[in-house]
């Protein structure tokens, strides 16, 4: 007779952006599909999406107090011992309330909390999107039972390279099955070209400009544009085929209505437009240490998408880029399928399944 398992408690530490939130919340879902019953907690602040997005997907949220960390060691570190203990203090409250199994992080300030109060308690994972770790995942890979990265070469030690985890929502797609019902979901034409615009949970500056100077050629050429400008971004009056939004809830439909991206190239955006085999213009953060363009490098090598800097980005390199490809359906076509064959559809389950066996031994 079969053992019933024991109750499995998850702690996940992925807060802040999105980039940081969707991966978490992919494992999550991973993980209780392969354990039904598992009880999986999600560590978090009140600064940015985390308070809206964890629950909405039906997760458990603790809030600890915030810790923004600096891109690189400094002095900065040394100005946060009260913050810190304070975090480190509220985290293993949480992981005693909940009898944490484990704790998974995914970078970002709620995650050096979640790594400092685990340590020698409960077993640490840590998942590294970015090509190039950064500061919380390179603390954490020091004292982690199991490093995993989006890709190869991170420079965390022992890294397992798993991909990105992705809601099933993405890597289930079937772009052409849904075009008709997304583009009516957004406004959008039935037919011709769709450009979908989006820079991050946040927005993007630079893309919202180059946009605003392009969007009157791009109209002309009947190329509609569905634009994700950020909660504070700008972006131009609604018109025909021109529907701006603050931030897209439906990411899926967006991506169905689409027929190329213009953004960013944070890893969960590179990781998503490629799952759905969608042709991109990448534009990389110019701040940080040059992940973003690292990200997307293995994509534009293989022919899935082009790169531009973000301080030659305009309105005429965006009519430049976009309106040749987008009348081309043989070369959409192409790219996309070279974008596809970049992704990972599987990573949720297979950082659940390595998780799981972790705890088993």
Same mark, same amino acid.
């Given at each position: 007779?079969?053992?019933?398992?024991?109750? #499995?408690?998850?702690?996940?530490?992925?807060?802040?952006?999105?980039? /940081?939130?969707?991966?978490?919340?992919?494992?999550?879902?991973?993980?209780?599909?392969?354990?039904?019953?598992?009880?999986?907690?999600?560590?978090?602040?009140?600064?940015?999406?985390?308070?809206?997005?964890? &629950?909405?997907?039906?997760?458990? %949220?603790?809030?600890?107090?915030?810790?923004?960390?600096?891109?690189?060691?400094?002095?900065?570190? *040394?100005?946060?011992?009260?913050?810190?203990?304070?975090?480190?203090?509220?985290?293993?409250?949480?992981?005693?309330?909940?009898?944490?199994?484990?704790?998974?992080?995914?970078?970002?300030?709620?995650?050096?909390?979640?790594? #400092?109060?685990?340590?020698?308690?409960?077993?640490?994972?840590?998942?590294?999107?970015?090509?190039?770790?950064?500061?919380?995942?390179?603390?954490?890979?020091?004292?982690?039972?199991?490093?995993?990265?989006?890709?190869?070469?991170?420079?965390?030690?022992?890294?397992?390279?798993?991909?990105?985890?992705?809601?099933?929502?993405?890597?289930? %797609?079937?772009?052409?099955?849904?075009?008709?019902?997304?583009?009516?979901?957004?406004?959008?034409?039935?037919?011709?070209?769709?450009?979908?615009?989006?820079?991050?949970?946040?927005?993007?500056?630079?893309?919202?400009?180059?946009?605003?100077?392009? %969007?009157?050629?791009?109209?002309?050429?009947?190329?509609?544009?569905?634009?994700?400008?950020?909660?504070?971004?700008?972006?131009?009056? &609604?018109?025909?085929?021109?529907?701006?939004?603050?931030?897209?809830?439906?990411?899926?439909?967006?991506?169905?209505?689409?027929?190329?991206?213009?953004?960013?190239?944070?890893?969960?955006?590179?990781?998503?437009?490629?799952?759905?085999?969608?042709?991109?213009?990448?534009?990389?953060?110019? /701040?940080?240490?040059?992940?973003?363009?690292?990200?997307?490098?293995?994509?534009?090598?293989?022919?899935?998408?082009?790169?531009? &800097?973000?301080?030659?980005?305009?309105?005429?390199?965006?009519?430049?880029? *976009?309106? &040749?490809?987008?009348?081309?359906?043989?070369?959409?076509?192409?790219?996309?399928?070279?974008?596809?064959?970049?992704?990972?559809?599987?990573?949720?389950?297979?950082?659940?399944?390595?998780?799981?066996?972790?705890?088993?031994?």
């Amino acid at each position: 007779m079969t053992q019933p398992q024991p109750p #499995l408690s998850v702690v996940i530490a992925g807060g802040g952006s999105a980039g /940081h939130i969707e991966p978490a919340l992919a494992f999550a879902d991973a993980v209780r599909r392969l354990r039904p019953g598992a009880e999986v907690t999600a560590l978090g602040t009140e600064r940015g999406l985390d308070t809206r997005l964890i &629950p909405a997907r039906g997760y458990r %949220l603790e809030l600890i107090p915030p810790v923004p960390l600096p891109r690189r060691p400094s002095g900065d570190l *040394l100005r946060l011992p009260g913050r810190v203990r304070t975090a480190i203090g509220r985290v293993r409250e949480v992981l005693t309330e909940v009898d944490a199994d484990v704790v998974v992080g995914f970078g970002g300030y709620v995650a050096l909390p979640a790594y #400092l109060g685990a340590r020698g308690r409960v077993p640490i994972v840590v998942h590294e999107a970015n090509a190039r770790a950064g500061l919380a995942n390179r603390v954490g890979s020091r004292f982690a039972a199991l490093v995993a990265t989006a890709v190869a070469g991170s420079g965390l030690p022992d890294e397992r390279v798993v991909g990105m985890p992705l809601r099933r929502a993405i890597t289930g %797609l079937d772009r052409a099955a849904l075009r008709a019902r997304a583009r009516a979901h957004f406004g959008l034409p039935p037919t011709g070209p769709v450009l979908l615009v989006f820079g991050g949970s946040q927005g993007a500056r630079t893309l919202n400009t180059a946009l605003a100077a392009a %969007l009157p050629g791009l109209l002309h050429a009947e190329v509609a544009v569905l634009h994700a400008h950020g909660r504070t971004g700008t972006s131009a009056a &609604p018109a025909p085929g021109y529907v701006p939004l603050p931030y897209i809830e439906r990411m899926d439909l967006a991506y169905a209505a689409a027929d190329a991206v213009l953004g960013r190239c944070g890893m969960t955006t590179v990781a998503e437009v490629t799952a759905v085999g969608l042709p991109a213009v990448y534009v990389p953060l110019p /701040h940080g240490n040059g992940e973003q363009a690292l990200n997307a490098q293995p994509v534009v090598a293989a022919g899935g998408g082009t790169l531009v &800097p973000d301080d030659e980005l305009t309105g005429e390199r965006v009519l430049a880029e *976009l309106l &040749p490809l987008l009348a081309d359906p043989r070369r959409l076509a192409a790219m996309g399928t070279a974008a596809r064959a970049c992704g990972h559809g599987d990573a949720d389950e297979r950082l659940a399944r390595l998780v799981l066996e972790m705890i088993a031994r």
